[in-house]
């Protein structure tokens, strides 16, 4: 019986080990952040990041290397609309743990560097399973897919890609580019 009662404890422990950690290493303020999700079991991107930091996480290396071998941005297709691009800041929301965003995200970051994108006009947040970022309100940005990359002008949206282009990232941007 005292064998029993040990093991609970323990697995309990665990458990709530896990949480606290989750929640105690997650600093709203930092960069770069990872966390555990305890719904998956997994490590995922958490918070705000930088294009580095995308670029540099273990969580992401795999998908930003397929990117790398499969992937050639068709840039020539934005090179018109450079200083259009220029004048624009971009929001990627996405998942770390979304197929969608492990597909997409490394494609338009490198679409992005092609062009010389200024990124420090870039912001990259990586969001949990329930689409939120501890401690950082994202609910005017209304996001219900992953992942979404969002194009300001002036404070003002005049574009958004859902999950995945329309046609291609290139041309998605384009039409963003062509009335602005």
């Not at 404890?9 to 305890?38: C, E, G, K, R, W």
């Not at 998956?40 to 995308?54: A, L, P, W």
């Not at 290397?65 to 971009?90: C, G, M, Q, R």
Request: aromatic content about 14%; charged content about 25%; hydrophobic content about 40%.
């Amino acid at each position: 019986m005292s064998k029993i009662i040990i093991t609970i404890f323990l697995v309990l422990s665990i458990f709530i080990f896990q949480q606290i950690n989750a929640q105690t290493l997650y600093h709203p303020d930092s960069l770069n952040q990872t966390m555990i999700d305890t719904s998956i079991n997994q490590e995922v991107m958490i918070g705000k990041y930088t294009y580095q930091g995308v670029l540099n996480s273990p969580v992401f290396k795999t998908y930003i290397d397929e990117a790398i071998e499969e992937y050639t941005p068709y840039d020539d297709f934005l090179v018109d609309y450079k200083d259009s691009l220029n004048k624009i800041s971009i929001t990627i929301v996405f998942g770390s743990w979304c197929s969608d965003s492990q597909y997409e995200v490394p494609r338009m970051l490198m679409l992005l560097k092609s062009l010389d994108y200024p990124m420090e006009k870039l912001n990259i947040m990586a969001v949990d399973r329930h689409k939120e970022i501890p401690d950082i309100d994202i609910k005017e940005l209304y996001i219900e897919y992953v992942p979404t990359f969002i194009f300001n002008k002036d404070k003002y949206e005049v574009g958004r890609i859902i999950e995945h282009a329309s046609e291609s990232l290139e041309a998605d941007i384009a039409s963003f580019l062509f009335y602005h």
